[in-house]
């Protein structure tokens, strides 16, 4: 029996609508993100720790950003259901994600007030930026398609993490940020944005909007490849 986990097979939800239509229109830019090294070094423990620590300091940094560009996806949401469900991501993130990046950089000696004031990187610049400029001059439907790939892409991640025998557990020190990524309350969340994004996608005319769409998609997946380039000391 095949013991690993696989989106395409494992995920119904991205069969059909909107978020499945970029995710398989983008995949080789895709899965250059998702199979980047620094993931399998994650998977196996290898990666060096200094690579995590620039990684996890940028990325506390990038989800400051990030979690702006939600709050204006509640302003924009124009019902109810869609202003809980972006609220419920910020949380998520202020509430989960961000208390994983300081735990980790406690260890290290580094708090939170460091962490706040740490210089930026090009890449979380661009990328962050990005997202922003979309938040701001785009409408609800751009704005989702921009903050897709960084749920879906690391919500897939841990999945397969989380599910593959081959995965180190014991005595990885990167266990917590595959626990976190491939457990049920990230997942629960990435689920709630693909259903919103196939159906803000819908209500706001996805498909004649698609190349637009497609191209806002791509650029933050290529981003997020570039912000594990960045991490192992790669990027500019
Ligand atoms: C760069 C990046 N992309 C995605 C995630 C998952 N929220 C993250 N923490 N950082």
Redesign the pocket.
């Known amino acids: 029996m095949d013991m690993t986990w696989d989106a395409q097979r494992d995920w119904p939800l991205l069969e059909s609508g909107l978020a499945g239509r970029l995710r398989r229109d983008c995949m080789e830019e895709w899965e250059r993100f998702i199979h980047h090294p620094f993931v399998r070094g994650l998977a196996d423990g290898t990666l060096p720790e200094n690579a995590f620590r620039n990684f996890l300091i940028q990325?506390y940094l990038?989800?400051v950003q990030?979690t702006r560009a939600c709050a204006l996806s509640v302003h924009k949401s124009t019902t109810v259901e869609d202003m809980r469900a972006a609220a419920a991501l910020v949380s998520g993130?202020l509430d989960t994600?961000l208390p994983l990046h300081v735990n980790y950089c406690t260890g290290w000696g580094i708090d939170e007030d460091m962490l706040r004031r740490a210089p930026e990187s090009l890449e979380l610049l661009a990328?962050s930026r990005f997202i922003l400029d979309r938040a701001q001059t785009g409408d609800l439907l751009d704005l989702l398609v921009t903050l897709a790939?960084?749920?879906i892409?690391?919500g897939e991640i841990g999945a397969r993490l989380h599910a593959d025998p081959a995965t180190r557990r014991d005595g990885n020190p990167y266990w917590s940020w595959i626990a976190l990524?491939g457990g049920q309350e990230f997942t629960d969340l990435v689920e709630g944005g693909i259903h919103r994004l196939n159906r803000v996608g819908a209500q706001y005319g996805a498909d004649a909007r698609y190349p637009m769409l497609r191209a806002e998609f791509n650029t933050a997946v290529r981003l997020?490849a570039a912000?594990w380039e960045a991490g192992q000391g790669t990027g500019v």
């Open positions: 990325d990038y989800l990030y993130i994600e990328y790939p960084c749920m892409g690391y990524y997020e912000f």
